[in-house]
């Protein structure tokens, strides 16, 4: 992360002068982000109703987001970025081998009651506030492209597990009642940090289309119930308001 600043100051440096009138912009983005994922070894979860897991999920874990971010061009390249990012995390926990798990519901005494289950659902809302720079790299390029680094620290507001319940036919999977107490939750602070480059298309009222890599979630955790790695990548879609000259 360090190298990329630096990166990014040094062009700024040799490209970069300070724009006669510096102005704002208004941003309006979406994207998605996506991560391989691996099954936790949780306790109450299990392949057989022996001591050991013997099964392993598979799925990709994503990230979808909303933000709007003001964004302050200093000098003709480079620019700066905060405001308000919404995101939605999903992930599934199901069966690799087999058709369902074990979940292992109580003990009473010498006896283990477990469910059977065919996945569990797990979403998340997170509420972040993204801190963006950009190095938009200008000249007779048409679109313009663009380098852009930030990181975007994000609060989990709430998390819905569902669990869904084994049936022989598959038309007969439904909801069943488990004390989702048990499950773990994903962190409730995580600090996602990404490089992104793309195209901006048009002057005044703009849309950019981007590619993000890497995507790095750097602290916390965005489930409880798959480790998602550090690794991830996505896309991101902008529209951009006419700009705002700044007033002496």
Request: proline share 4%.
């Amino acid at each position: 992360m360090k190298k990329l600043v630096l990166l990014t100051v040094l062009l700024l440096c040799k490209y970069g002068s300070f724009a006669d009138e510096p102005y704002w912009a208004m941003n309006i983005s979406a994207g998605a982000n996506f991560f391989g994922t691996n099954h936790k070894d949780l306790d109450i979860i299990r392949a057989t109703t022996l001591n050991e897991f013997r099964g392993k999920t598979t799925n990709i874990g994503s990230s979808y987001n909303l933000s709007f971010t003001p964004e302050y061009y200093l000098t003709n390249w480079f620019s700066f970025a905060t405001g308000l990012c919404i995101s939605r995390t999903k992930g599934n926990y199901k069966p690799w081998v087999g058709n369902y798990l074990y979940f292992k519901s109580r003990e009473d005494g010498y006896d283990t009651y477990y469910y059977r289950i065919a996945s569990i659902e797990e979403k998340s809302v997170y509420v972040g506030i993204p801190l963006e720079f950009k190095l938009t790299i200008r000249g007779s390029h048409r679109p313009t492209p663009y380098v852009r680094i930030g990181a975007t620290p994000s609060f989990r507001c709430r998390t819905a597990l569902m669990v869904y319940e084994y049936q022989q036919k598959k038309s007969q999977h439904s909801y069943t009642v488990i004390n989702t107490k048990k499950i773990p939750q994903p962190d409730k602070f995580i600090v996602p940090v990404y490089l992104a480059s793309g195209f901006q298309f048009g002057h005044e009222d703009s849309y950019c289309v981007e590619i993000t890599f890497p995507y790095i979630v750097a602290r916390g955790s965005i489930s409880g119930l798959q480790d998602c790695g550090n690794l991830g990548g996505g896309f991101r879609l902008t529209y951009q308001f006419s700009k705002i000259r700044q007033k002496d």
